[in-house]
Nanobody, 124 residues
Framework: EHLMESGGGSVQAGRSLTLSCAAS????????MGWFRQGSVKEREEVAR???????RYSDAVKGRFTISKDIAKKTLDLEMNDLVVEDTDMYYC???????????????????WGQGTLVNVSS
């Protein structure tokens, strides 16, 4: 049960970053996989997810700018972030949720498996 994020860093607004999450254990069976960020409130904010059936969902804040994908060969979950804005500054977490819990709508905060996070800093 090990997830390792990479790719965070400091960039200027308008630039791009791609986050990657090594998740080889979770490519053998269906899982929901996603990216969350800490946000300014207590509950972490879902940024993007790929459901176990392959459907993809984005938060309104990142729709049209971010792209989530799975690299089957590398067994990574990636998040391409374009046209970054200062408000995207945050700690980003890779999360997986078992298919059973995902389909029940169980909270990722409680039932998900979380990586340690990677920091994205966007300056103006």
């Amino acid at each position: 049960e090990h997830l390792m994020e990479s790719g965070g860093g400091s960039v200027q607004a308008g630039r791009s970053l791609t986050l990657s999450c090594a998740a080889s254990q979770y490519f053998e069976h269906p899982y929901c996989m996603g990216w969350f960020r800490q946000g300014s409130v207590k509950e972490r904010e879902e940024v993007a997810r790929i459901n176990d059936d392959g459907t993809i969902r984005y938060s309104d804040a990142v729709k049209g700018r971010f792209t989530i994908s799975k690299d089957i060969a590398k067994k990574t979950l990636d998040l391409e972030m374009n046209d970054l804005v200062v408000e995207d500054t945050d700690m980003y977490y890779c999360v997986v949720l078992g298919s059973y819990n995902c389909r029940r709508g169980d909270p990722w905060m409680i039932f998900g498996i979380w990586g340690q996070g990677t920091l994205v800093n966007v300056s103006s």
